[in-house]
């Protein structure tokens, strides 16, 4: 569906992608935090969080019609990136059980604090849904 870019001699990017080349209509995620649809937070917990954030994208995307397999770009915001790197292993899991072994390109940053004081990460997307031919 997108083209995975991924230059020649340079090491594998394990768990994102360097670049991701796609076509189509674009769909724009605000950066989705760790509460639930009635925008409250049901653990403090930062793999939690991960996991009902990636929910939450999930569900915004499926509004355009879209799934995990069209995003192309996300980028975490989080306030401890050594809790981030203490937790990889259940974070990993919870990204692989809600968007599965799709990794488009990714960037992680660390913050003072984010809008939610109770947030440990937020997330902003970046999906193309393929054009469908008029047929």
Do not use: C
């Not at 994208?57 to 879209?66: C, D, P, R, T, Y």
């Not at 203490?86 to 604090?113: N, Q, S, T, W």
């Amino acid at each position: 569906m997108h083209e995975i870019l991924h230059p020649a001699g340079w090491a594998p990017a394990i768990g994102y992608a360097n670049g991701v080349l796609a076509e189509g209509r674009t769909i724009h995620l605000g950066g989705q935090i760790g509460w639930n649809a009635a925008q409250e937070f049901e653990s403090d917990d930062l793999a939690d969080q991960v996991r009902q954030t990636l929910d939450n994208i999930v569900a915004v995307l499926a509004e355009a019609g879209a799934g995990p397999q069209h995003l192309v770009s996300l980028t975490w915001f989080m306030t401890d990136l050594d809790e981030y790197s203490a937790r990889l292993k259940d974070i990993g899991r919870a990204y692989r059980e809600v968007i599965g072994r799709h990794y488009p390109a990714m960037a992680a940053l660390e913050v003072r604090r984010l809008v939610e004081r109770r947030a440990k990460v937020e997330i902003q997307a970046l999906a193309v849904l393929p054009d469908v031919e008029k047929g």
